[in-house]
């Protein structure tokens, strides 16, 4: 069995998803965001101001380094707290608020092809349980 992958609409739905992520609004917003969310620490680790307390540095050190672990999720909170800062800061920009709109539309058609394919294995796997 060959599986038959078409590599140009498989660019170009990536192209597609990543469009909105590569504008200059986002990218400024992403800054705000990574800076909450993770420059904070290194500001507290590797910056030699004696305001800050001993454990503090230690502790955003020690953070820092869990961020080096291959399945980080502070993506998961960056990410999204860059698309909030992105409606806050540009409202009235209409190809911004249309891209976020299309993105959302997307994830939850996504969604739902996903949730409908669990429901229909999890309907056959009890089908297959009662028949047997």
Not at 85 to 110: E, G, V
């Amino acid at each position: 069995m060959f599986i038959i992958i078409d590599i140009d609409n498989m660019i170009d739905r990536i192209v597609n998803y990543l469009r909105p992520f590569t504008n200059l609004r986002f990218v400024f917003c992403f800054l705000i965001a990574w800076m909450i969310t993770n420059g904070i620490w290194y500001v507290f680790a590797f910056i030699p101001l004696k305001i800050f307390p001993n454990w503090l540095v230690w502790f955003s050190r020690s953070y820092i380094a869990f961020l080096y672990v291959p399945f980080t999720p502070e993506k998961l909170i960056t990410i999204p707290i860059a698309i909030f800062l992105q409606r806050l800061f540009f409202k009235k920009h209409k190809k911004t608020r249309d891209q976020l709109d299309n993105m959302y539309k997307q994830a939850h058609d996504d969604w739902a092809k996903i949730k409908s394919k669990f429901k229909r294995k999890k309907k056959t796997d009890q089908e297959n349980k009662q028949h047997k």
